[in-house]
């Protein structure tokens, strides 16, 4: 069973900048589907950041398109989602998710990962 542990949250002002990595001690993540969610006060959980590293494909859902970017370090073992220009609406608990490994899915979106494991989450809240 693996477990993504998610680090990097915190409290910042509204128009700051988070990183939030994702790492499974040990493991690499290499061709895997990598997925950020978010779950904030009373809203349902959402994908908002989901990269495919078995093909290639990411997907941003609109309202973080262009002010958040996910990448992975180079040795593959940790990936991040590096977050601009936050707002409060951005306040969340983050939540990465691993999914299948080496899979080709179009049209690619959070929706297709094949999500298995789940992180316990990252509190970000964006003051304003």
């Known amino acids: 069973q693996l477990q993504p542990v998610e680090s990097g949250g915190g409290v910042v002002q509204s128009g700051g900048s988070l990183r939030l990595s994702c790492a499974v001690d040990g493991f690499s993540l290499d061709g895997y589907a990598i997925g950020w969610f978010r779950q904030g006060p009373g809203k349902e959980r959402e994908g908002i950041a989901c990269?495919?590293?078995?093909?290639?494909?990411?997907y941003y859902e609109d309202s973080v398109d262009g002010r958040f970017r996910i990448s992975r370090d180079v040795s593959k073992t940790k990936v991040y989602l590096q977050m601009n220009d936050l707002n409060p609406d951005d306040t969340a608990v983050y939540i990465c998710?691993?999914?299948?490994?080496?899979?080709?899915?179009?049209?690619?979106?959070?929706?297709?990962?094949?999500?298995?494991?789940w992180g316990q989450g990252t509190q970000v809240t964006v003051s304003s």
């Open positions: 998710a691993i999914g299948g490994r080496n899979n080709v899915v179009l049209p690619w979106n959070c929706d297709r990962g094949g999500w298995r494991y």
């Open positions: 990269k495919n590293y078995g093909d290639g494909m990411v």
